[in-house]
């Protein structure tokens, strides 16, 4: 046998490290676990950019695009940054920088849609040249809340407050001429609420656009103030409060050929809200879902993308809480008369197919479980995409719903938290998803159900030769001793079961969110794994009012927001006292936004049971909080008074005892700072004695490394005073 020298002393020196030393496990950092860490994005599982060109699969990386095999997972290189450079003729201003987000937005031709600051272009990769190009900076106007038409190559955007519209020859045309902070036009209205992500909407020919146009002169301002001046300036923000005046919004439509604006006559927009805008296959029909203030009479309606008039009311839908509509109705692709309506009616969000004249056909999917996406359909097959939790409240699956006879197919592999992109022909879906104890995995799924999956990227455990805790997920009965809910735990690293451990609840409990998933370590935040490094046991509780449980399980809370939510809390706190492990004398919450309303709620409700709690940007007082969210949950404060005072943390500030540390963004917009200022008031009035911490000029949510410090704080406060 020959002899490796270089083997013989690399076993000298193992022999002479400590086994203990030898067996050591690299530490965690919050600059490795933090999304606004420096070593972040090398700790999370490796991932790919994809998209769809037609039913093929392309993979846009930073310096190259490559056409995937879906079924052998191989790439085939179509082209690179140089090329494509030096095919579009780009100059320094212009040069095209990566294709993360390249687009392929005509299935039938090789054509790749990219965008710089200064323009966008369209480069057919087999001519090698660009065939189309528009300059994002017409007249010297730079583009925000750009929309671009692929059929018509206009592009609508907002520049200077006012709505514009550039077409394919480069043609400049001013929609408004009024826009301001009080006139808002072609942008997201009623406060991101309803679904609204967006407020231009185009005709699926290209030819006409739907916005919004949204009057908030009539809104109390909020005073915002900018420190970054040598003396301060006001920069008012509107913000209506429950129960006080709100906006009024109308839809516009613009016609290209006509040039030519009308608004849809839908009658006087006072106390009503307009949502979900989709349009009719043939580009002549508006379909809208309005609202009412008290968010509990919900109407489809029809109008005649013309002339403005209304045309029919198809579906009304009442509840004696609320109806919340989040969904635009979608056209069967192989036939323009029937369209997909997305309801809980039932008690939970299923879809129901209706014809153009308003008649419930039928229910498409039924069962205690949640439709939670329409990916889109695979015309062939006659079926619908979806993403549902059918197999675990906890789980995210892919199916196909045939609309003929409601069979289910499903498309992955059974387990954990899936989200597909589907094929421009519906025939294909890109599958990322993840497990408990798998990082990613990026599959290729046949809509028919028939083929098996090709996997194209499994992701390595980013992980590996770290000391990570152990997670586990389990459920307990809520407070009404009937509904199951689902928890995290995350033990300490070095756990030792005759210890007893200090233990944070991080809480959020509101609506539209839940944080205990069938994803990686049940999709556990980064600064939990941080803290059971130091020592910790972190304890996670989706409560009644969380999401994708059913119509009852998030209306439980109705008008006294955080009551039932701090009962279901509480059940969690008699699981972990009797866990031999947990020290019940050292127990912390903490939470932000509306999980900062839950960890002050249960500091002051249960002063003896929480010694330390750390709330970022908390609601104190449900009449601060804005209009739409508010008053779905709450009514106004004229209509609940009992609940907007039953649920006020202000006359609660008197039973604090524990150590509370209050964060905030000196700017937050969402929970606006006179929440934190009026609670500490009423502390100092009452002698008792948080602390308090601001980052000037932040909104709700603290960004880039700003998160990291908050994180630091946050640990430390913990450390001080639970450890």
Known sequence: ????????????????????????????????????????????????????????????????????????????????????????????????????????????????????????????????????????????????????????????????????????????????????????????????????????????????????????????????????????????????????????????????????????????????????????????????????????????????????????????????????????????????????????????????????????????????????????????????????NEKSPIQANLYAVNVNNGKRTLLDNGEGYHNGELSAGGTYLCDTYSAPDVPRKIDILSTDGKKKAKNYLTAADPWAGYDVPEYSCGTLKAADGVTDLYYRMVKPTGFDPSKKYPTVIYVYGGPHAHNVDARWHYASRGWETFMAQKGYVLFILDNRGSENRGRDFEQATFRQLGQIEMEDQMRGVEYLKSLPYVDADRIGVHGWSFGGFMTISLMVNHPDVFKVGVAGGPVIDWRWYEVMYGERYMDTPQTNPEGYEKTSLLPRAKELKGKLQIITGYNDQTVVPQHCLSFIEACILAGTQPDFFVYPGEPHNMRGHQSTHLHERITQYFEDYLK
């Open 1 to 388: 046998m020959k002899i490796n020298i270089r083997q013989i002393v690399a076993l000298c020196v193992t022999l002479l490290i400590p086994s203990g030393m030898a067996a050591q496990k690299k530490q965690f950092t919050l600059e490795d676990l933090n999304y606004g860490g420096n070593n972040y994005y090398s700790m999370i599982p490796e991932n790919r950019y994809t998209a769809w060109w037609g039913d093929e699969l392309i993979h846009t990386e930073a310096s190259y695009c490559a056409l995937v095999d879906k079924q052998t997972g191989e790439e085939k290189t179509l082209f690179g940054i140089a090329e494509l450079n030096r095919w579009a003729e780009t100059t320094d201003s212009t040069r095209i920088r990566h294709f993360y987000y390249a687009t392929f937005p005509y299935p039938d031709q090789p054509l790749v849609l990219l965008s710089s600051q200064q323009e966008r272009i369209l480069v057919n990769w087999e001519e090698k040249r660009a065939v189309w190009r528009q300059s994002r900076k017409v007249n010297g106007l730079n583009e925000t809340a750009e929309d671009w038409s692929s059929a018509s190559r206009a592009v609508a955007f907002v520049a200077k407050d006012n709505l514009y519209v550039t077409d394919a020859e480069g043609h400049l045309h001013q929609l408004s001429t009024d826009g301001s902070r009080e006139l808002v036009y072609g942008q997201s209205v009623h406060r991101d609420e309803f679904g609204i992500e967006k407020g231009t909407f185009w005709s699926p020919d290209g030819q006409r656009l739907a916005f919004y146009r949204m009057d908030q002169s009539m809104v109390t301002d909020y005073p915002q103030v900018n420190i970054d001046h040598r003396i301060a300036a006001y920069e008012p923000d509107k913000y209506p409060m429950a129960g006080e005046t709100s906006h009024k919004v109308t839809v516009g439509v613009y016609d290209m050929t006509t040039g030519k604006t009308i608004y849809l006559d839908a009658g006087d927009p006072t106390d009503r809200y307009f949502t979900n805008i989709a349009w009719s296959p043939d580009s002549k029909t508006i379909y809208i879902q309005e609202l009412n203030r008290d968010q509990n009479d919900c109407h489809l309606v029809s109008y005649d993308a013309v002339t403005g008039k209304k045309a029919a009311e198809l579906y009304r839908e009442q509840s004696d809480k609320y109806v919340e509509p989040l969904h635009p109705i979608q056209f069967l692709p192989w036939d323009k008369d029937k369209f997909i309506l997305q309801s809980q009616k039932d008690g939970y969000n299923h879809l129901y197919l209706f014809d153009t004249k308003g008649k419930q056909i039928k229910q498409l999917t039924s069962g205690n479980w949640v439709v939670m996406n329409v990916a889109g359909f695979n015309e062939k097959q006659k079926s619908v995409i979806i993403l549902s």
